[in-house]
């Protein structure tokens, strides 16, 4: 529909004059490149519809890894479900690197290579502070109920500045709706002695999956492999 808008220049007026990464794809831009075929955009956009699956799932297995592990937090997320919800309710562009300084010192140019370590990032008390290695779900939440605010410059693992993740926002609210559900419904407790370490990729996939029992929280426990 936004491709025949273009073709037929009935985009709206409040669209003029601003930047849209759409706009740029479907008619073609000196940054996005010339308009790619039908075929290269379907599947573009198919990738980009389903690009969270993978990350999503990764997530989620480790965070039931660390709730099951740490049922105190696990009671506190249940409280907060309790307060908050009834029980019906869970039946840009790349921009080419200039000439810089990092706050390092070091020289970079658009020649240098840069690699960022998330996992480090995360276990820098320098960064995070001397709990940076503790399960603390509460560092993400403010006094006041809210989610604490944190550049993405500092928990990177979604990138930051123009090649940030446009998924991020779908992957949080995917993965808090699953969590809440499961743990609001179920007891998950991982197998005792099942081996927990991850394969060394950018995904962190966990090497052995997550093998675990899940009993029904409203009935008589039984376990489901």
């Known amino acids: 529909m936004k491709q025949e808008e273009i073709e037929k220049g009935m985009e709206a007026k409040e669209d003029e004059g601003i930047y849209s990464l759409l706009n740029c794809y479907l008619s073609g831009h000196e940054v996005t490149g010339p308009t790619p075929a039908e075929k290269v955009m379907r599947d573009n956009i198919t990738g980009l519809i389903f690009a969270t699956e993978g990350t999503t799932s990764i997530a989620l ?22 307060r908050n919800f009834s ?23 658009q020649n240098t290579h840069v690699l960022i370590s998330a996992y480090s990032m995360a ?10 290695r503790e399960f603390k779900p509460e560092r ?14 500092k928990f990177f693992s979604f990138n930051a500045g123009p090649r940030i993740c446009i998924g991020k926002d779908i992957a949080f609210t995917l993965m808090k ?49």
């Open 61 to 82: 297995t480790w965070f039931f890894w660390l709730v099951s592990k740490n049922p105190f937090a696990e009671t506190k997320i249940r409280e907060e479900l309790k």
């Open 87 to 109: 029980q019906e309710g869970f039946n840009k562009p790349p921009i080419p690197l200039q000439p810089d300084v990092l706050p390092s010192g070091h020289q970079v140019n």
């Open 123 to 132: 276990r820098m008390t320098s960064v995070w502070g001397e709990d940076c």
């Open 140 to 153: 993400w939440i403010t006094e006041d109920g809210r989610i604490r605010h944190e550049p993405p410059h």
């Open 177 to 225: 709706a699953t969590a809440a559900s499961i743990i609001h419904n179920y007891d998950v407790q991982v197998v005792k002695n099942h081996p927990v370490t991850y394969n060394l990729s950018i995904g962190f996939r966990m090497k052995h999956g997550l093998l675990a029992r899940v009993s029904k929280r409203s009935a008589q426990p039984r376990h489901i492999n």
